[in-house]
């Protein structure tokens, strides 16, 4: 394992802090909790929009906490749910008169964990609920989850709900935000190769050099298949169909396109990736009105990409297009 690590047991920690103090003046962070906050939050007129998750698929989620994005983040270790008193402490901090979201990407770890911690939070007369965002078409049960996963269009829902609560939305104005772009978002990656997450010192999987994992999760969760390494233009053609017929996508549909590396893709292959998806959409009579070219939701240093589709409508494209400003500046 070749890794900038000092203790391997530190290694969340130490990230949480270099992102603070990259940050100073524009967020806090609560090293015993593991929460990255805004430095102007809680805000008692406006609903709190937070998430953890585990680490290592940064820069979500910790890295999207900003205006018009995330209010606050706890993350766990590396592919680790936030344990659920830092679930717990994380909505406290953020409590509001408005209420506090929770948004959950669908792993039973994190599920659990979100779940005590608000009924926690309720006994104690906070204002919380959540929702579950599950837009990978990939499987529908994997070892993490039950139902699908949620993968890089979690971007999307954060984006739309932290750019409506931003603006004074309500904690039911902000739940049927994000029903609506979960239910118009899909998603599904490939791998190339593995990834190493530090505290283990060797890749999760293995994959031939001339293999590929179809429907790879971002823990690196078996997918659909194992198949032998394609030809960019064949890989988009397979994850694009099948997220475009899922919906399904129509001719005429105003889209965003993403195209999400998950770690270890230069941004020349993923602009390859692109190319093809582009094409792909043209062809099928999508206007792409938004494009996402870039790492949103990775993998540590895995190499692969993922591909999502969002069906977009004047309130969402308005959402999207709305300011935000986040402590890694990719969006």
């Not at 993350?75 to 979201?101: H, T």
Request: proline residues 5%; contains cysteine.
């Amino acid at each position: 394992m070749k890794k900038f690590v000092n203790d391997p047991a530190k290694f969340v920690p130490e990230m949480l802090e270099g992102i603070f103090l990259a940050n100073e003046g524009k967020l806090k962070y609560e090293p015993k909790f593991n929460i990255i906050y805004r430095a102007d939050r809680p805000n008692k007129s406006k609903v709190s929009v937070i998430q953890g998750s585990g680490s290592g698929h940064e820069p979500a989620h910790v890295m999207a906490v900003g205006p018009g994005m995330l209010d606050a983040a706890s993350p766990g270790g590396v592919f680790a749910a936030p344990p659920m008193e830092y679930c717990y402490e994380c909505i406290k901090l953020m409590n509001s008169p408005q209420g506090v979201l929770v948004l959950i990407n669908n792993y039973q770890g994190d599920r659990m964990n979100w779940d005590m911690a608000i009924e926690m939070a309720e006994a104690e007369g906070i204002k919380v609920k959540s929702f579950i965002i599950d837009d990978d078409v990939a499987v529908q049960n994997s070892s993490y989850t039950i139902g699908r996963r949620g993968v890089a269009g979690n971007f999307f829902v954060i984006k739309a709900c932290g750019a409506a609560a931003e603006r004074g939305a309500s904690l039911d104005e902000l739940l049927a935000i994000a029903t609506k772009v979960n239910a118009n978002v899909r998603s599904m990656g490939v791998a190339l190769t593995s990834c190493t997450p530090p505290a283990k010192g060797k890749p999760i999987f293995e994959l031939g050099e001339d293999e590929i994992e179809v429907g790879v999760g971002i823990h690196g969760e078996p997918g659909r298949r194992r198949d032998k390494l394609k030809s960019a233009d064949k890989i988009v053609d397979e994850i694009f169909d099948a997220v475009a017929n899922d919906l399904p996508f129509k001719s005429g549909d105003r889209v965003a396109l993403m195209i999400n590396g998950l770690g270890g893709t230069p941004p020349s292959e993923l602009y390859v990736l692109y190319r093809q998806a582009a094409l792909r959409c043209k062809k099928a009579g999508f206007n792409i009105v938004r494009n996402y070219v870039g790492n949103y939701c990775t993998s540590l240093e895995m190499a692969g990409a993922s591909l999502t589709l969002l069906k977009l409508d004047k309130d969402t494209e308005a959402l999207l297009a709305a300011p935000a400003e986040i402590a890694v500046r990719v969006f």
